[in-house]
């Protein structure tokens, strides 16, 4: 079964600083797909970046960038220059590449407040 | 440009009480999914729809139904609600593959009362 965990509930952040947000993830799939999404308190889901598993190179969107541990299953999502407008809940997660009927699963979420 | 369109926004239920979710794509996405969002849960997927005519179970479909009417649609219906089906639904779609991403609706407040 694939699973994923984010294992800080809250964080926070100085702003101009970077954080980083963990992300551990489980499968037995060789090919699969890692992908972060931001939810801001008005609800919407916002993809923001994704990592496939055979990238060789750390995927990189502007200032968030994915250190992609494969042998450790870690996925972290690091924000550079942290902007008070990247206060939301973000979540982690992964869709197996099984004869393209993955089903796309989601960590538990971190809350991430950007202080000023 | 309307993506991913979930209706209702809100809803209040009483207990026994059914009702559908109706959620449509015009994206001409293969995959559709159906979320509940608790609070420290994060997303649990209920329902899977890899393609038309298809349908598999999530981690939580107990207490659900789905219908793939159409490449378009995708319904999740409660046929007897009760209180811990109390949530925020989301549907999402994405094109085939394990790369793309999830677009999603707005989503559903759903109170079961």
């Known amino acids: 079964a694939q699973k994923i965990t984010q294992t800080q509930p809250g964080m926070f952040v100085q702003e101009k600083e970077a954080v980083t947000l963990d992300c551990t993830y489980d499968?037995?799939?060789?090919?699969?797909?890692l992908f972060w999404y931001k939810q801001p308190s008005s609800g919407e889901m916002i993809f923001l970046i994704y990592?496939?598993?055979?990238?060789?190179q750390n995927a990189t969107e502007g200032r968030y960038s994915l250190n992609f541990q494969k042998a450790r299953k870690s996925a972290n999502l690091v924000i550079s220059a942290s902007q008070l407008g990247d206060s939301a809940m973000y979540f982690c997660?992964?869709?197996?590449?099984?004869?393209?009927?993955?089903?796309?699963?989601f960590g538990q979420g971190t809350t991430l407040q950007v202080k000023p | 440009n309307a993506g991913v369109t979930q209706t209702p926004k809100f809803q209040v239920l009483k207990t026994g009480q059914s009702m559908t979710l109706q959620c449509a794509q015009d994206?001409?996405?293969?995959?559709m999914y159906w979320y509940r969002q608790d609070p420290g849960m994060g997303l649990r997927l209920i329902y899977y729809?890899?393609?038309?005519?298809?349908?598999d179970k999530g981690e939580v479909p107990n207490g659900y139904n789905v219908s793939r009417l159409n490449k378009r649609e995708f319904s999740l219906r409660l046929e007897s609600a009760a209180p811990s089906q109390t949530s925020v639904y989301f549907c999402?779609?994405?094109?085939?593959?394990?790369?793309?991403?999830?677009?999603f609706g707005q989503g559903t407040r759903l109170t079961v009362v």
């Open positions: 990592q496939g598993s055979y990238d060789e």
């Open positions: 729809s890899a393609s038309e005519g298809t349908t």
């Open positions: 994206m001409n996405h293969n995959s």
């Open positions: 999402a779609s994405s094109a085939q593959g394990a790369s793309t991403e999830a677009f």
């Open positions: 499968t037995s799939d060789q090919s699969y797909g």
């Open positions: 997660a992964m869709r197996p590449y099984s004869g393209n009927t993955g089903k796309l699963i």
